[in-house]
Every structure is written in C-alpha cells, then in structure tokens.
C-alpha cells in the first residue's frame, strides 16, 4: 500500500509516518520503480502499535523501548509490566499535579470579583505568585 493508504488505514498523518521513519520507530519501506514507498501488512501493525501506545502517552523513547523488545523477541512480560507500571505511575504523578493546579485555580478564579476595573486580583495572584510551583500560588487582593 502507499503512504496516502496507509494513513487512511491508521488515522496518522504522512508527515508523522515519514517522521517515525526518520526516528527509525518504523522500518524503511520498499520503494517502487517510481520511487514511491511501498508498505506492507507489518508496517500497518507496527504502526498502529505506535498510535495506540502514543494515545496513551508512553513517549516515543519508551515506545522505540518496547518495540526493540518486540523486535529482539528478548524480552519477558515481567520487563514489559515494569514499563508499564512506571508509565502508570508517570500518569497518576500527573493526575495529582493537575488536581493540585485546579484547586489552585478555582481558588484563584473564586477570589476574583470579576468588577470591571484595573485591579484584578486573578491577574496580580498570577504576578506576585511564588515561583516554586503551582500548589504555593495564591490569590492575593492588590494592595493586601
């Protein structure tokens, strides 16, 4: 099949095809007498592969990981659950981060009269917020 089927078939873009390709995430197609790629069975599962560990945000160094397991066929699900796991806990690290960011920000958000003047308490929380991250920020009124 061409890049054009290939696409259609994955949902992934041309460019993102030709860019795993580059990365060496999918392996150098055929090439026809026209110059054109050519790509087989395997590349659409490999593919696919991709886009599904992609949509669950393993990144494209711990999918080119899991892959050169596949690849090597040296691998054991235990050291496939080990990766797993960390992703998992990568996630859930996450998670917490943005629960910490929207108890902030309805803080935030919550103090802000919303009158129509200079002085908005979101925007001076948002200046003379602390640097040291998201959870030490809070709303204060100008001037207090």
Known sequence: ????ELAA???VKIETIRYY????????????????????RTHLRRLRFVRRARALGFTLDEVRTLLAMIDGGDYTCA??????ERHLADIRAKIAELRRMEDVMG???EQCSGARTPDC?????LFDGDD?????????RPGV
Not at 21 to 40: D, F, K, Q
Not at 121 to 125: F, G, I, K, Q
Not at 132 to 140: H, N, Q, S
């Open 132 to 140: 040291r991250g998201v959870d030490d920020l809070r709303c204060r």
């Open 79 to 84: 050291e496939v659950k080990t990766l797993g």
């Open 9 to 11: 078939e994955t949902g």
């Open 21 to 40: 390709e580059r990365v060496e995430i999918l392996p150098a197609p055929a090439r026809t007498a026209n110059n054109y790629r050519t790509y087989t």
């Open 107 to 109: 803080q935030v958000v």
């Open 121 to 125: 308490s979101m925007l001076e929380a």
């Open 1 to 4: 099949m061409r890049i054009g």
